[in-house]
């Protein structure tokens, strides 16, 4: 599993950047979580992903 990080677009001076998460396919699949929005929380060094509440 790693996090990458990938350019999003450059305005001028700056420059944007945004991460993206690879996710092996046996985890997606056993975790159920295919095709839906996620959420995510943040603490202690961790970032938890679960189904995102309508």
């Known amino acids: 599993m790693r996090i990458q990080k990938q350019l999003s677009k ?3 001076n700056k420059t944007y ?3 993206a998460v690879i ?3 046996m985890y997606v699949k056993e975790s159920g979580l295919e095709g ?3 959420s995510a929380e943040v ?3 961790e970032i938890k992903l ?3 509440k309508n």
């Open 17 to 19: 950047y945004k991460f």
């Open 23 to 25: 996710i092996p396919p």
């Open 50 to 52: 679960r189904k995102k």
């Open 10 to 12: 450059k305005r001028k």
């Open 36 to 38: 839906y929005e996620l």
């Open 43 to 45: 603490a202690k060094g």
